[in-house]
């Protein structure tokens, strides 16, 4: 007989891929957003096993498991407490009442949670207050925070459940027999194939197919001197979803400039003639790649904002620095990360293991890809955009948006600035967590600034702006037009943090470093309460020296002391002096920096200062 189970959630992020995945396994499922909706729910279908959350409007899961226990229908059903919450007295409460398992949203993989659902409903259920399975005793035993290590193993315990979602129904890969977890040395990992079976692979289709016939005509016409703003407007009306997306273009922040325009010419007037073949072009691949092979993996809707959010962002910064065609700028920032879309059509489930092996291993997406490919998503557009005759300034900017600031300029010489320019506003739009291109990765920014000569203010005005202009041009551009919203990363990264996060934040450049802007839209909305970490950031050596002084009349000035403090060094060689350190919780994490690696460590750190605190 089919099992009946209910998930209480008010967040969907969590909530949907937890259904997801019981329904995928025959499970019958029932939701509800809070403790009002879940009784109702149990009063009418009595579902088999309740996933609960703790943290809810409305009533929170606690007062719905009491009352759940007070009734003669629900008080054997079986309970499963999922939740942010890390208060033992609150879980010392829930266990009490009688739960089969705890487990918590920073920590869980959705493949433990179905194993754990399985067992629940094979073991029955005492019922009423005190009916505490063995594994929930020894979680109200435990100090918190080290469930995890108790129960769960392997790179699924470290994701967070939207992610983990998307991977319960892998296949088998190459090289699974070879455990990858943090500690893995990316020199360990042999190739999936050679270089130049990559290449043939990937160049197969030799020119980019697919378009629309509108892009196709459009991209034709364009592609004459003597055609007219007639014409163009004329084939771009021939379709009624290409139409609908010039229009939306030409009224965004991308090109809007005072009154709305109604009309297809209006707008390819606003766009103009030099724009609008890179705009209907930009369309064309979006509709092309609108649909990601392999979305376990990599989100389409969170894909292309993170693009489009590089486009925004680099097309602000061409205007600061007076750069000539921002509209360029743009163009390259949406199809910077093409080759993570090509990769995923064209390699399969090899590609499904690179992506695996990097969340494993909490590495930067782009190493991986260059170690187990070799060659990263951007290194194997050079042939591609040739092959696909794309214009020779995005080239260079997109094959080489990743590489290191110092090589640059031997790397391409002549456009030295439209990298940098383009790689900056990459580790900007990570950052700000626009999005994701599913390698979620901190990178420092300050050595791009000083190249290129981007000012504080310049930074600023993008923290202010960008994230608007993204949610108004992502609309325009993707086949999501119905402005249905969708999970932003920073919620989904708070809410694996599971700690309230109150950075001190200290460094050289505080004004022009992606790690302070970062550790802002992470933390929890300003309040009363006094920081509860420090997060050092040391760009250079030279920087080293000063670091403590600056530490401390932080802490002066915040009028808090002796901080557990969180540093950020490259390669993480780069350390506090013994006189900053003692006294305080300390620990080092490596620049880039993989998010998951940063919230593991905050998440261990607070909970240090906080028991400190408590005794």
């Not at 700690?499 to 470093?513: G, H, K, N, Q, T």
Request: hydrophobic share 45%; net charge negative; glycine share 6%.
């Amino acid at each position: 007989m089919t099992k009946t189970i209910l998930v209480v959630d008010d967040m969907a992020i969590f909530r949907e891929p937890i259904e997801a995945v019981l329904r995928a396994d025959g499970f019958q499922v029932l939701t509800a957003s809070n403790g009002v909706e879940a009784l109702a729910a149990i009063s009418r279908q009595r579902p088999d096993l309740v996933l609960l959350d703790l943290g809810m409007p409305v009533m929170d899961g606690l007062a719905a498991l009491k009352k759940m226990r007070e009734d003669t229908v629900s008080k054997r059903t079986a309970v499963i407490v999922l939740s942010a919450e890390t208060d033992r007295a609150r879980i010392v409460d829930a266990v009490k009442l009688g739960i089969s398992g705890y487990l918590l949203k920073s920590q869980f993989s959705l493949k433990d949670m179905l194993e754990r659902v399985k067992k629940a409903l094979e073991v029955p259920q005492a019922g009423g207050a005190g009916a505490v399975t063995a594994t929930a005793a020894a979680l109200a035993a435990e100090p918190t925070g080290t469930r995890a290590s108790a129960e769960m193993s392997g790179p699924e315990a470290q994701r967070p459940p939207a992610v983990a979602a998307k991977n319960s129904s892998r296949q088998n890969t190459p090289q699974d027999h070879e455990p990858l977890n943090p500690d893995t040395d990316l020199k360990s990992l042999r190739p999936l194939m050679t270089r130049s079976e990559l290449l043939e692979r990937v160049t197969a289709e030799g020119e980019l197919t697919g378009f629309s016939p509108t892009v196709s005509q459009v991209l034709k016409i364009t592609a004459s001197e003597k055609c007219s703003m007639e014409q163009v407007a004329k084939a771009v009306s021939q379709d009624h979803a290409i139409a609908l997306k010039v229009l939306k273009l030409a009224n965004s922040s991308v090109y809007s400039r005072g009154d709305r325009v109604d009309t297809v010419h209006k707008a390819v007037l606003r766009i103009g003639m030099q724009s609008i073949r890179q705009a209907v072009l930009n369309i064309g691949v979006v509709e092309r790649f609108g649909s990601l092979a392999f979305e376990q993996h990599l989100s389409t809707p969170l894909f292309w904002e993170h693009s489009i959010a590089c486009g925004i962002i680099a097309a602000e910064l061409a205007h600061a620095l007076k750069h000539k065609e921002p509209d360029i700028a743009f163009t390259a920032g949406l199809l910077h990360d093409l080759g993570r879309v090509i990769y995923a059509e064209r390699l399969g489930e090899q590609y499904v293991h690179v992506l695996e092996a990097a969340r494993a291993m909490q590495s930067p997406l782009e190493e991986v890809e260059s170690r187990l490919l070799l060659m990263s998503h951007a290194e194997v557009m050079d042939k591609i955009l040739h092959a696909w005759r794309f214009p020779k300034d995005l080239v260079s900017p997109i094959v080489f948006h990743h590489a290191p600031p110092g090589d640059v300029k031997s790397l391409a010489p002549h456009q030295a600035a439209d990298v940098l320019r383009l790689g900056l506003a990459d580790r900007l739009a990570h950052a700000m967590m626009l999005g994701s291109s599913g390698n979620d990765t901190i990178y420092p920014t300050e050595e791009h600034c000083r190249l290129l000569g981007v000012e504080a203010a310049a930074v600023r005005s993008i923290e202010d702006t960008a994230r608007q202009k993204t949610d108004d041009t992502k609309f325009a551009l993707l086949s999501h037009s119905s402005g249905a919203p969708w999970a932003r990363q920073v919620e989904v990264h708070r809410a694996a943090l599971g700690v309230p996060f109150r950075p001190l934040y200290v460094s050289a450049s505080p004004e022009i470093d992606a790690y302070r802007i970062f550790c802002a839209e992470l933390a929890e909305p300003v309040g009363e309460d006094p920081p509860n970490l420090a997060v050092v950031h040391i760009a250079a050596p030279k920087e080293r020296a000063g670091m403590p002084d600056r530490l401390a009349g932080a802490e002066r000035e915040a009028g808090v002391s002796a901080l557990p403090v969180l540093v950020l060094s490259p390669g993480g060689q780069l350390h506090l002096e013994d006189k900053a350190t003692a006294g305080r919780q300390c620990q080092t994490l490596s620049t880039p920096t993989p998010i998951s690696r940063f919230i593991a460590a905050v998440s261990a750190l607070i909970a240090v200062g906080a028991a400190r605190t408590a005794a």
